[in-house]
């Protein structure tokens, strides 16, 4: 018996040796992610080992080279733990699937990343070279032979690259908890939690789903929407409207356990007090940018769509063949983006969306000037924004719709500006440094937005701006099972200038305190003045009769949350039977535009 264990060993020991530095791997990423899978959750220690083993035989077969093998096999494993690392801490999230895309521009995410993370993997990583190439001389190790090559390329991508393989990982994780991603990653491990995310669906289907039903829905509201037109005197394709992202701004005072000793926004205050304004609930939390944009342009909830379905920009835009957003209802509109056109695949997106122009930062055609950056901030000045919003207001000047989205207040938030506009004071483990750099920033935005109001609203011509910030910043260590309410609040206004309210423009005082990203549609057409397609009729009705949803800021679920004008969370069962039946519509259209058949595009109901 001793003889037989003796042979197996000696037969095999690369692959033995290959799975105890895995299984070291595995227990030191989750020692460091501070959860202890060996000791707790026994299967899914065995789960990653069998799923790196696999990653490490794919590479063995490629590269027909041991050493090789298990240094790339490392160094993917460190870029895993890094890149989750760093994604939970600014965006308490891991690295899911639809990360991927990023990497087609690696060096602006590198910029995002501190210098010293970057360092030290590439020590590390530099490191695992070198004992590679002295392993690989001193110690040779057969190689796999035609068979064996065959059989470990293929393998590893039937069960990793396929559904049959998915599903037969996700039947042993049973619980992905794509609720919690963050737990989920603790729970699972980096790989098991990415790999449960692959196998992506758009959205569960609605009962009673089909073209009756929409061109039901669809008669509906186009009686709504002629009754609504009769009181509504303007076109909105005759005016300018102007959808502001602002990034990351959400006021720092509304956190708990913060403190500042003066406001680092009072124009902007100074203006909500006086305009259609509140507080919006965003469905990200120190990232999803790109979730609130499309939420904007289409008046669609991410809320309602599939937990695997992370970000609708990279996992379901680019492979729809139709896309109704705003930019229907106008004859020209114009994209401007200081920042890369790579970034959420916008480039492709917003040709696809329909924009005629889109001024980038790599845009040879279309460039972004007036570039202005504040002391040690490499990113492009919210003034260099504003700047070429107003030039492109002078070289158009009939109706349009403007999308400006600002990056002067994207992380990271490290020794950005050499004097600080506010001192903070902090009773947790939030960076008092990075907090009073961030809270710095937005300042210089609201001396920004200052400036640009005025110049607005010395244009004779009507243009309404909506201004929003689409999450807070991922700076504060606040328990989000606690405070989640409150960091998911960031600040809003809609602002029309002296031409708008001649035109019988009127600042809205219900459904305001609280809205969300879809909302924006609805409301621009009302205080505008403006008339309004069967489906913007539809979401007018969401926007007035329904409570503000977004994705649970808590993180304990993967159901749509409900906050009412109060501020307090509601639950769906507590609708009346008229709301769950507009919500219940709601859900039909957003299903048929999204993973349906798209029967709204021959029945009128987009027109």
């Known amino acids: 018996m001793i003889n037989n264990y003796k042979s197996f060993v000696h037969k095999h020991w690369i692959d033995i040796l290959a799975v105890v530095l895995i299984a070291i791997m595995v227990e030191t990423n989750t020692l460091i992610l501070n959860f202890p899978i060996f000791r707790v959750y026994k299967r899914f220690f065995l789960l990653n080992i069998c799923l790196w083993f696999l990653i490490y035989k794919f590479f063995q077969a490629i590269s027909n080279n041991y050493w090789i093998s298990l240094t790339i096999t490392a160094s993917l494993n460190l870029l895993f733990l890094f890149g989750t690392i760093l994604k939970i801490k600014f965006r308490n999230e891991p690295i899911l699937p639809a990360d991927l895309k990023m990497l087609g521009n690696l060096p602006a995410l590198l910029k995002m990343v501190p210098i010293s993370i970057v360092g030290l993997f590439l020590i590390i990583v530099i490191a695992l070279i070198i004992v590679c190439v002295i392993l690989s001389k001193k110690v040779k190790v057969p190689k796999l032979n035609r068979l064996g090559r065959t059989f470990w390329t293929l393998v590893p991508i039937m069960i990793l690259g396929s559904s049959v393989g998915n599903k037969l990982v996700m039947s042993l994780i049973q619980d992905p908890m794509f609720w919690d991603q963050t737990q989920g990653v603790q729970k699972h491990g980096p790989v098991i939690q990415f790999f449960s995310n692959v196998d992506m669906s758009v959205m569960n289907k609605p009962a009673e789903y089909s073209e009756t039903k929409i061109q039901h829905i669809t008669n509906k509201y186009k009686?709504?929407?002629?009754?609504?037109?009769?009181?509504?005197?303007?076109?909105?394709?005759?005016?300018?409207?102007?959808?502001?992202?602002?990034?990351?701004?959400?006021?720092?005072?509304r956190v708990p356990d913060i403190s500042l000793n003066s406001n680092p926004?009072?124009?902007?205050?100074?203006?909500?007090?006086?305009?259609?304004?509140?507080?919006?609930?965003?469905?990200?939390?120190?990232?999803?940018?790109?979730?609130?944009?499309?939420?904007?342009?289409?008046?669609?909830?991410?809320?309602?769509?599939?937990?695997?379905?992370?970000?609708?920009?990279?996992q379901l835009v680019p492979h729809q063949t139709y896309t109704p957003t705003i930019l229907n209802s106008f004859d020209y509109s114009v994209a401007i983006h200081p920042y890369t056109s790579e970034f959420y695949n916008r480039k492709l997106n917003y040709k696809k969306f329909g924009f005629d122009r889109f001024y980038s930062l790599d845009n040879k055609k279309y460039q972004i000037k007036h570039k202005k950056t504040i002391d040690n901030n490499e990113y492009q000045s919210d003034e260099t924004a504003?700047?070429?919003?107003?030039?492109?207001?002078?070289?158009?000047?009939?109706?349009?719709?403007?999308?400006?989205?600002?990056?002067?207040?994207?992380?990271?938030?490290?020794?950005?500006?050499?004097?600080?506009?506010v001192t903070a004071k902090v009773r947790n483990h939030t960076s008092?440094?990075?907090?009073?750099?961030?809270?710095?920033?937005?300042?210089?935005?609201?001396?920004?937005?200052?400036?640009?109001?005025?110049?607005?609203?010395?244009?004779?011509?009507?243009?309404?701006?909506?201004?929003?910030?689409?999450?807070?910043?991922?700076?504060?260590?606040?328990?989000?099972?606690?405070?989640?309410?409150?960091?998911?609040?960031?600040?809003?206004?809609?602002?029309?200038?002296?031409?708008?309210?001649?035109?019988?423009?009127?600042?809205l005082k219900e459904h305001t305190k609280y809205v969300a990203p879809n909302d924006f549609i609805a409301m621009v057409l009302k205080q505008t003045n403006s008339k309004v397609t069967p489906y913007?009729?539809?979401?007018?009705?969401?926007w007035q009769e329904l409570p503000t949803f977004s994705v649970d800021s808590t993180g304990t679920s993967s159901k749509p949350q409900f906050v009412n004008q109060k501020g307090k969370i509601v639950k769906y069962s507590s609708f009346t039977a008229k709301q769950k039946k507009l919500w219940h519509e709601y859900l039909l259209v957003q299903y048929d535009l999204t993973a349906g058949k798209n029967y709204v595009k021959n029945t009128g109901m987009m027109k």
């Open 386 to 421: 504003y700047d070429n919003l107003m030039d492109e207001l002078r070289r158009h000047r009939g109706g349009q719709f403007i999308n400006l989205i600002t990056m002067q207040n994207h992380l990271p938030y490290d020794h950005l500006y050499k004097k600080k506009a």
């Open 432 to 507: 008092k440094q990075e907090l009073e750099n961030y809270a710095t920033g937005i300042h210089y935005t609201d001396k920004a937005v200052a400036k640009a109001i005025d110049e607005i609203n010395n244009i004779s011509r009507p243009i309404t701006l909506v201004f929003y910030g689409d999450h807070l910043p991922g700076l504060y260590k606040n328990n989000m099972k606690k405070d989640g309410l409150a960091l998911h609040k960031t600040d809003y206004f809609i602002y029309s200038n002296k031409a708008v309210i001649k035109q019988g423009a009127k600042r």
């Open 223 to 253: 009686r709504l929407a002629n009754e609504i037109n009769q009181e509504r005197k303007h076109y909105i394709k005759d005016q300018t409207i102007i959808f502001n992202l602002s990034e990351s701004f959400a006021n720092p005072k």
């Open 536 to 542: 913007q009729a539809l979401l007018t009705k969401v």
């Open 265 to 314: 926004i009072p124009t902007i205050d100074n203006l909500k007090r006086k305009t259609t304004s509140g507080l919006m609930m965003s469905s990200g939390y120190g990232g999803g940018t790109a979730n609130m944009e499309y939420m904007t342009l289409t008046g669609l909830a991410t809320c309602n769509f599939s937990p695997t379905l992370n970000s609708p920009y990279s």
